[in-house]
């Protein structure tokens, strides 16, 4: 996908391979996403899917290929590292919070010791970001204080607090309970609307659908298909990606 005016893409996977070991987790991957593009990256578990998600900020290192985020190749190591760190937030399956921290202080924590912002500027906009993902009276409590839906929810506002450039979600509603899925996905939505340049990868069909300007559909280390929702949910191109919906979407 290219933008209007044809500026350049946010981020840009070319030729990526990963090995773990003697496994090809990631094979020849070529992956743009345009600047406020939501991508959903879905597909059976073990596709590398999270590893590719990961190489975005350097979390896992590549063995060949390129990676670019905003026309500048990733870096290895250092203050450059931590600033793109800052640029390129993460929402995991867990929601490594500090426990130890209440709410409002793991919000505050990054904006104050990576940006340099005075404490209490730090405090009015994550009390303004708690209040955008719906949990702003919990500002005082501790994570255990918490359900799960609502530290997930905190992860957010944790990310959105650096005010980065592009959050990266690793399946963030894959360790709830079904009940508190929706209120997270409900913000993601909002982040969607709202422009936020984001990479999804989960199982959450319907979010992939409402929310997606594009799916890619990953398996055995490759991506296998991608396109619009609508097209590859109702008209799939290839045999596995058939495959993959008929077991999905019947349940």
Do not use: W
Not at 74 to 91: F, H, T, Y
Not at 96 to 122: C, Y
Not at 187 to 213: P, S
Request: aromatic letters at 4%.
């Amino acid at each position: 996908m290219t933008e209007a005016g044809g500026s350049s893409p946010l981020v840009k996977l070319e030729a990526v391979n990963k090995h773990f070991g003697a496994l090809h987790v990631l094979k020849d991957i070529d992956l743009s996403v345009a600047r406020g593009e939501v991508v959903v990256v879905i597909g059976p578990s073990g596709g590398g899917k999270s590893t590719l998600c990961r190489t975005i900020n350097r979390l896992e290192t590549i063995d060949t290929g390129s990676i670019t985020f905003d026309d500048q190749r990733l870096p290895e190591e250092g203050k450059a590292l931590a600033k793109l760190r800052s640029e390129v937030g993460m929402v995991f399956q867990s929601f490594n919070l500090f426990s130890h921290k209440t709410i409002m202080e793991n919000v505050t924590l990054g904006p104050i010791k990576v940006r340099g912002v005075s404490r209490q500027q730090a405090e009015q906009r994550g009390l303004e970001l708690l209040e955008r993902v719906g949990i702003a009276s919990q500002a005082a409590k501790y994570p255990a204080q918490l359900s799960g839906g609502q530290q997930q929810r905190v992860a957010i506002a944790r990310a959105l607090a650096m005010d980065p450039k592009m959050i990266l979600f690793d399946e963030p509603t894959s360790a709830l309970d079904p009940e508190m899925v929706q209120e997270v996905l409900d913000v993601m939505i909002g982040l969607a609307r709202d422009g936020m340049t984001m990479l999804v990868v989960t199982h959450e069909m319907g979010f992939a659908r409402r929310a997606a300007n594009r799916v890619v559909f990953m398996a055995d280390g490759q991506i296998v298909e991608q396109g619009d929702p609508d097209e590859f949910f109702t008209t799939p191109r290839t045999d596995r990606a058939r495959d993959f919906l008929s077991k999905i979407l019947t349940h």
